[in-house]
């Protein structure tokens, strides 16, 4: 090799070295979270003692240390002005390039103008402020213009500091971030809005949860509920959960308060991209795993996941009593979550605020039912179109992503995911899921009209409670009256024209209508007292 090759080489492998040198050492990305809360203050005059603020720090700073964060808690007498601006400049001064600082504070804040000032600015107040002096308290602003200006990749803060108003009087108000000022990267999220407080749980008679009300949102959030597909929890996701927890819990915990004081949680600032803040470890689902996902106040409605997998539906040319249109076919799923039990009445009514059933005290089949509490009985006589209102008005209501962990759409299920689901992985080489015989035993339909049995079984003559009949041969995936009880609406066409399916049976059908392959039709607009529906929860 000559010398001139020989140097190139050299300098190629140098190259290498110096590559994976630099690979070798290049700083991991680090989690910050500097924590203050405060509960007691010297100017106890103006700031009155707070219950939680320090219960919620000393949470969170638990919370975050165990998700790998390095953390700096700083409550009581620890809480002064000059240890929480030196912690802050500690982290904001180092060289961290991607590293992410979590500022979380709990105690009381407020905005006015300080001496010599032209607009009101958000100070937080320590445990050792005078709460009408600024110089006294920590300068909101000056806080993100230090994060924004400094090489901290995001700088997050969760402020739960407007519990209270030191002086009315001057015009002070409540912490609520709408004289905050933020550069790129820095973001916000405050306990409450302008003109609000935010608030603690209600401790009386030991009723309280120990957390502020925003404060014990974040740590939900955190702790899983605000969790993604992807098993973390981000700064977006975190924002999406506070907004659809706190409001609601704020207006049923202070029924009395007035429509705009009801606590607001308010946002500012963007990032480019996101922020994971935590990881949550995301157990396997299993077929049969149950999420509950509440309809309306008090009411709530259960789904069971139905388990990623492919089947051949349709009936085999063998099954006995099969029709032409059942033919089989493959079909593949990645999973869905599908309503443990046919609509009920009372979920029916808490969404529409009437009651069409037939079956039902007011309606015109209330004799047969007559002393029997039918708000667990199947809804019926409800039209396909009249699916399609309550659908809408179910994917309308917010909390669907704690409920299911990701956004879903309520919708009919389509007649394939239908009878996937109702075959529960045993295949089609039986009728039903839990073998090839009816009479009425199993379930609720007319046991005069047998299938693969000579005994005659029982013939209500009426719709029954959901889930009556799942005890002598529970579904492998949890769900209920699959078969019989009120025939169910699918989503989709059953040829070229206008008719839906339906299917499954109901209380009026023989056995043999029952049956897993089973296809029914009819148009859109009907409504009969043997046709209801259940809902799945997907993409």
């Not at 041969?473 to 024209?497: F, I, Q, R, T």
Request: charged share 25%; proline share 4%; with cysteine.
């Amino acid at each position: 090799m000559s010398l001139r090759n020989f140097a190139v080489a050299l300098l190629v492998v140098l190259g290498c070295v110096l590559a994976l040198i630099g690979q070798e050492t290049k700083p991991k990305a680090v989690k910050y979270a500097l924590i203050v809360g405060v509960d007691k203050y010297e100017d106890s005059k103006r700031l009155p003692k707070l219950q939680f603020a320090e219960a919620d720090a000393n949470s969170l700073n638990d919370l975050l240390k165990e998700k790998g964060f390095q953390t700096i808690l700083l409550v009581g007498e620890n809480a002064s002005k000059a240890k929480i601006e030196a912690a802050f400049q500690a982290i904001v001064k180092k060289d961290t390039g991607d590293d992410t600082l979590l500022v979380a504070f709990s105690g009381h804040g407020h905005q006015f103008k300080p001496p010599g000032g032209k607009e009101v600015e958000p100070f937080l107040c320590t445990r050792d402020c005078n709460a009408l002096d600024s110089a006294t308290q920590v300068a909101f602003n000056e806080m993100l213009s230090d994060a924004g200006s400094s090489k901290v990749g995001k700088a997050l803060f969760l402020i739960d500091a407007c519990r209270v108003d030191p002086d009315p009087n001057k015009g002070s108000s409540g912490l609520d971030g709408h004289a905050v000022k933020v550069k790129a990267q820095t973001v916000a999220l405050f306990a409450a809005s302008n003109g609000q407080k935010a608030r603690e749980h209600p401790d009386a008679a030991g009723t309280g949860n120990g957390h502020g009300l925003f404060m014990s949102e974040v740590l939900s959030a955190l702790g899983g509920e605000a969790k993604n597909r992807r098993g973390t929890v981000t700064w977006n996701g975190l924002v999406n959960h506070i907004a659809g927890e706190v409001t609601p819990k704020s207006k049923t915990l202070f029924p009395n308060l007035p429509e705009n004081q009801h606590q607001t949680p308010h946002s500012i600032g963007s990032l480019a991209g996101d922020a994971v803040l935590v990881e949550v470890e995301v157990a396997a689902r299993k077929g049969g795993d149950e999420v509950s996902f509440e309809i309306a106040d008090g009411v709530k409605m259960v789904f069971c996941w139905i388990p990623k997998g492919k089947a051949t539906l349709g009936s085999p040319e063998t099954e006995k009593d099969r029709n032409d249109d059942e033919k089989e076919h493959e079909f593949a799923t990645e999973g869905f979550w599908l309503a443990k039990t046919e609509c009920t009445q009372k979920e029916w009514e808490s969404v529409m605020g009437e009651n069409p059933s037939y079956f039902s005290a007011s309606g015109d089949g209330k004799a047969r039912v007559q002393g029997m509490a039918t708000g667990n009985f199947p809804v019926e006589t409800v039209s396909w179109d009249d699916t399609q209102l309550f659908l809408k008005k179910l994917n309308a209501r917010g909390g669907v992503s704690k409920a299911f962990g990701k956004a879903v759409a309520f919708k009919l299920p389509n007649e394939d995911q239908w009878e996937y689901a109702y075959r529960g992985g045993k295949g089609n080489k039986q009728a039903f899921y839990w073998g090839d015989s009816l009479n009425g035993d199993k379930a609720n339909c007319n046991g005069n009209f047998l299938y693969g049995t000579e005994s005659k079984g029982a013939y209500l003559e009426r719709t029954s409670a959901v889930g009556s009949y799942t005890k002598s041969d529970p579904h492998a995936w949890g769900l209920s009256d699959m078969s019989g009880n009120v025939w169910e609406w699918c989503d989709n066409l059953y040829s070229s024209g206008s008719f839906r399916v339906y299917r499954g049976g109901s209380w009026r059908s023989v056995a043999r209508s029952c049956r897993s392959a089973y296809r029914g039709r009819d148009e859109p607009s009907n409504r009969r007292n043997d046709l209801g529906f259940r809902c799945v929860a997907g993409q």
